[in-house]
């Protein structure tokens, strides 16, 4: 099984700013929404946060963490949610599975060989399932924060689809997304050399910021954004 790399406390401060950002774990879990299907599994869950607003809307929602110590956490938080099924996941694995959709956020790039980590997501899914995919976008934003977090690398959306297609997936649907924040993310993290985490600065920017550039987003899609968000298809 591939190795779990990166600084878990410098990766734990990072979930926790997530958290904060309700605004944004909002939207973009109302992009996974209409290729979910009633039974998805998610590829690293983290703090729960995406499963918990995801749930409500299937009849069978499986959160899964590598980390042993992270999961036990995650367990703990998911545990008064009999639809929720939590268990660990290291990928790449040669398991199958006939899930209606695999959703991976944040995840893909820290792995090694994303292509077969694609691989399994689609033998997880039954024919015609779909596998789910947010990453962070654009090598040039490459970061002490992303290299501390265990990111050995970040994408275009040609080099995502261009793995996609190499893992025998076909791609729906593929754009960038959130393009403030990558100013944002480039600005606090290579220049001023910040991490990203729970504080005054993440809620603003989440409070305010955040809604505009969802709105027009929601309009027209954008040349750049700080994340690649994917939708491809397990073939029938």
């Not at 309700?22 to 879990?29: G, L």
């Not at 869950?45 to 992270?70: K, Q």
């Not at 910021?209 to 073939?235: D, H, Y």
């Amino acid at each position: 099984m591939a190795e779990i790399t990166g600084d878990q406390r410098v990766q734990s401060e990072v979930l926790e700013g997530l958290a904060a950002a309700v605004n944004h774990r909002h939207w973009f879990a109302e992009l996974a929404l209409p290729y979910l299907g009633s039974n998805p599994i998610e590829i690293g869950s983290g703090l729960g946060d995406y499963a918990l607003e995801w749930a409500p809307h299937t009849a069978r929602f499986t959160a899964t963490e590598a980390d042993p110590d992270r999961l036990i956490a995650l367990k703990e938080r998911l545990a008064g949610h009999p639809d929720i099924e939590v268990r660990q996941m290291l990928l790449p694995s040669q398991e199958d599975g006939a899930y209606t959709a695999a959703v991976s956020y944040n995840v893909l790039e820290h792995i090694e060989d994303d292509r077969r980590a694609l691989q399994t997501m689609g033998r997880l899914v039954r024919p015609g399932g779909a596998v789910i995919i947010i990453v962070p976008a654009f090598p040039f934003a490459m970061s002490p924060v992303d290299i501390a977090t265990g990111h050995v690398r970040r994408y275009t959306i040609r080099s995502l689809a261009r793995v996609m297609s190499r893992a025998d997936l076909r791609v729906e649907r593929i754009n960038y997304t959130n393009a403030l924040g990558l100013i944002g993310y480039y600005m606090a993290t290579s220049v001023f050399r910040l991490t990203p985490k729970e504080g005054a600065m993440v809620k603003l920017y989440d409070k305010l910021v955040l809604p505009a550039t969802k709105a027009v987003e929601q309009r027209v899609r954008p040349p750049f954004g700080q994340s690649v968000f994917a939708v491809a298809r397990r073939p029938r």
